[in-house]
């Protein structure tokens, strides 16, 4: 059975910190999602990684991927309060054709 | 710049009724996703069209449930009858070509939340 897991599930930091969100998951996956999602809102994606090694960045936030490890990161560098929401990883199976989502983390930044 | 349409946006409805939702994807789109998102948890796939064909619908419960694509453009969502658990947010999200892998990501709605009262 497919787990996605992320760590941690809450987290709440002060602006202008550095922190970093995990993605595990438990079966192979070649490619692996990130979202951003605002109270009562939908999906926002932020990242698409497809290869081992991948890393992306837009702002302040940059994600990795190291399939070999079954694990991808979220780096938030220097936090605003702007990117208070929930983020989650979503994994693509091998040979499948639709997201399985960790289970959020969800970032509140302090001013 | 062109939307997933989702309605109701919001939902009440007292245990035992039906309820249904409607999903208007991005026009073309030819693969279309419904997606269950219960309070504090990742959404969680129901159903996947490819036109009007269910291509996968292992998690759909369907003693209650049921989900039509018809023409292969719109798809509605039917509960029938509503459970308490079944208060969600109910995510739809399309994708040109043959789903995500051909296309490399999902456009997602509003999603639709329902309360059962």
């Known amino acids: 059975e497919l787990k996605v897991e992320q760590n941690p599930l809450f987290l709440s930091m002060q602006e202008g910190k550095n922190y970093t969100i995990y993605c595990n998951y438990s079966?192979?996956?070649?490619?692996l999602y990130w979202y951003r999602q605002d109270p009562g809102k939908s999906l926002e994606s932020l990242f698409v990684?497809?290869?081992?090694?991948a890393v992306k960045q837009e702002g302040r936030l940059m994600a990795s991927l190291d399939t070999k490890a079954r694990l991808s990161t979220l780096h938030i560098t220097a936090a605003v309060h702007d990117l208070s929401a929930t983020y989650f990883c979503a994994v693509v199976l091998s040979g499948a054709n639709n997201l399985f989502f960790g289970t959020g983390t969800r970032l509140t930044v302090i001013p | 710049e062109a939307e997933v349409a989702q309605s109701p946006r919001y939902k009440i409805t007292e245990k035992s009724q039906a309820v249904a939702f409607w999903c208007d994807p991005i026009?073309?789109?030819?693969?279309l996703y419904w997606y269950r998102q219960i309070l504090g948890q990742g959404p969680e796939l129901l159903v996947q069209?490819?036109?009007?064909?269910?291509?996968?619908d292992s998690q759909l419960p369907k003693d209650r449930f049921s989900a039509e694509r018809l023409k292969g453009v719109d798809s509605t969502l039917k509960i029938q009858p509503a459970e308490l658990g079944d208060s969600a947010m109910y995510l739809c999200?399309?994708?040109?070509?043959?789903?995500?892998?051909?296309?490399?990501?999902?456009?997602f709605g509003e999603g639709s939340r329902l309360t059962v009262l």
């Open positions: 026009s073309g789109h030819a693969t």
């Open positions: 990684l497809l290869s081992n090694g």
């Open positions: 079966t192979t996956s070649d490619r």
């Open positions: 999200a399309s994708s040109p070509g043959r789903g995500l892998r051909e296309a490399g990501e999902l456009f």
């Open positions: 069209f490819q036109d009007e064909s269910v291509v996968d």
